[in-house]
């Protein structure tokens, strides 16, 4: 009997990020579930960097990141040859208060001088704080063709409008819910962002901390977009790292916490995830490894 | 192909004798498209019905049965290939490989390791499912020495010397063991004899279709199959195609459960258990890849059919007494889960106070107004808790620091505000309650 294996008439869209002086990367555009189709465009591994440390930030993550200002953190998070950078603003947001919204921007002007690696800037979390924030540092970064999040049905119709303004791609996080995910990007689609420039982030849990669901919700997004949902078929993105290092586990162990890390981001790329954001070295370098087997 | 129930009801017998334990022979029909129960429950099916019924009531995958009585082990019989689409039925066995070639006190400090190697997993105690022995020193004896040695465990036993494996089986008196050997008539008709179960291994999908296939003409079902594979991307290749085989073209020589070989990658394990492997062989003891590999399994087949929502009412961790503090979240399970895991490794003994909003996290469930002062303050009243403790404090979640004045003119208790995430909980326990 001949083995075959199930075809999709749906295609996922295919992301660019950078351009400009800055290199560019780029995923998606698969017609096929993870790997299973060859060639299959591998996922993107970012590498976070936030613009402080804060005290209960995770003690080994800290022993990595801490005692450097932002900019050299940038480089050494270049040294380790991510894809790309994900750049996380959280000094103005409403717990940690400790610089403004214009602050932050002139930040990023510096820091966009120092590397030449893609960017996902993400703000603060805070949708009221972001939808000041995240605007700024979208006009900062105008025509580099970056991916700025997140937003949620409470911001989108501000930061949708900047990232056209601005050339830039938008993460569109809903919690847990394809049926959400897919109105949203219908909202955002309507404001004039097409779902190419969209990149949905249906949540991230780590393993142990409910992680089944954000896997099922990431299979059953892809599968609803290769089964030929236009307005699904954009790339999928998961915040690996933050989730991992918050774990029990990861406080516990170094090593536990870089292991906890790859299985977290494994699970995602096996259910689909098309950009990975990690915050250990360690991990990401592993993982790259891992990834190479794959293709 | 499958039955539908209606389909199922017409070769019943239509007598409503009711003994198969449903009301009418309908009733047990729909069960029966379900799955969820055996034809054997109906004395009276003709046997043209049986043979008929048998064969598309059947699962796309077999079920093999391995193990001990007290400890049996189930693997395969999955019907779908997303956990979402319905369930994983049977979380794959992890196996440990000791190779029979170590001295024998190693391989005693080994066995005796494992067997005292715990992992909780909320609240419950999981251990190391399966050992394997490996005849790497193609001595018989040694291997026999070995397999008695471990015994006390399932066990998948690995030789290709039948003479060897008959050995080593006449040890396990008690159990159905699995052997990974050779492949021939010979070693088919020693499995059905000596009730054991039979690993087929192969390059390709194809080698071990025909091998399976020729298994089922001697009658016998009790079948792993083991695709030799390069990489990670082999497995996810070939084992995808095999479930996708078994489940959408219903291609019965490969409907059955996958062996995957992850040796010390961590990585491949992972895989293995996200991508289909119905037994996992490893060759780690290290505690930190075992507790990520059992937190993911426990994960990925979990039942993703069982709500999302916790029961609403007063929970207690360890024996709280009326000195206890009480903390209260929202019945979404995740937050639940997760406050009650981080609040047993404080090990202050606490009430948790749950409150029905609609499965909603604390944020969402706030903005919703499913977690609002009215809705605590009738948590409280309703629970029982004023019984139970003495004094009037409520810790409420950091990120809902807003309720406070309100919830304490409501309820007349005092809001005292914890952390906003989680993993704070035990520190916060430890210095805010004396």
Sequence with gaps: MEMTMAEYQGRICTLHIGGMKRKTVSCGGHSSLPFLSTPYQRPLLALEVYDVIVPDQNQYLKRIWAGEDFLARIQKAESYVPDLLCLRFISAGPDINIATVEHSAELLIKAKAVTDLPVIITGCGDDAKDEELLPLLSDTMKGENTVLGVATEENYRMLAVSCLANGHALIAETPLDVSLAKQLNILIHSVGLPVERIVMHHATAALGYGLEYCYSIIEKSRLAALEGDRMLSSVMLNFVGRESWKTREAQKSEDLGIKWEIATALAYIEGGADIIVLDHPESLVRLRALLEILL | ?434
């Design chain 2, 1 to 434: 192909m499958m039955l539908t129930g209606l389909q199922i009801y017409n070769q019943l017998p239509k007598t409503n004798c009711r003994k198969c334990g449903f009301p009418t022979c309908l009733a047990f029909a729909m069960a029966l498209a379900q799955r969820r129960v055996s034809l054997d429950r109906c004395p009276d099916i003709s046997a043209d019905a049986k043979k008929l019924l048998s064969e598309t009531t059947r699962p796309p995958m077999n079920t093999i049965k391995f193990g001990m009585n007290k400890h049996e082990i189930e693997i395969g019989g999955e019907e779908v290939l997303f956990r979402h689409e319905k369930t994983f039925y049977h979380q794959p066995a992890f196996a440990i490989l000791l190779s029979d070639t170590a001295s024998i006190e190693e391989l005693k400090e080994t066995i005796e390791t494992i067997k005292d190697m715990e992992f909780e997993l909320i609240g419950e105690i999981i251990r190391i499912d399966m050992l394997a022995i490996r005849n790497d020193s193609k001595n018989p004896d040694t291997f026999v020495e070995c397999v008695h040695l471990a015994q006390d465990f399932p066990l998948l036993l690995i030789s290709e010397c039948l003479d060897t494996v008959r050995r080593a089986r006449a040890v396990l008196r008690d159990q159905i063991p699995i052997i990974l050997g050779d492949f021939s008539e010979e070693w088919i008709e020693f499995a059905l004899n000596y009730d054991s179960v039979l690993v087929i291994k192969g390059d390709s999908l194809d080698e071990i279709a025909e091998k399976s296939k020729e298994a089922q003409s001697h009658g016998f079902n009790n079948i792993i199959l083991y695709p030799e594979v390069k990489n990670i991307k082999e497995a996810l290749m070939t084992f995808t195609q095999s479930l996708e085989m078994a489940m959408a073209k219903n291609y019965r020589p490969l409907g059955f459960p996958l062996l995957g070989l992850a040796g010390k990658d961590l990585a491949l394990a992972v895989h293995f258990v996200c991508k289909y492997a119905g037994i996992i062989l490893l060759e780690t003891t290290d505690y930190e890849d075992l507790l990520t590999l059992f937190t993911l399994r426990f994960n990925i087949y979990s039942d993703p059919r069982k709500p999302l929502m916790m029961e609403p009412g007063l929970y207690e961790i360890g024996k709280p007494g009326e000195n206890s503090p009480v903390l209260v979240t929202t019945n979404f399970s995740l937050t639940c889960h997760m406050v009650r895991s981080e609040v047993e490794t404080s090990h202050v003994p606490c009430y948790l106070l749950i409150t029905d909003s609609e499965g909603l996290s604390v944020l969402s469930a706030w903005a919703a107004d499913k977690f609002s002062a009215e809705v605590i303050t009738k948590s409280i009243k309703n629970s029982g808790v004023e019984q139970k403790v003495r004094h009037r404090k409520i810790i409420i979640p950091g990120c809902v620091a807003s309720l406070k004045a309100k919830l304490e003119d409501e309820s007349g208790w005092e809001a005292l505000i914890g952390p906003g995430d989680a993993p704070m909980i035990p520190q916060f326990l430890r210095t805010h309650w004396v």
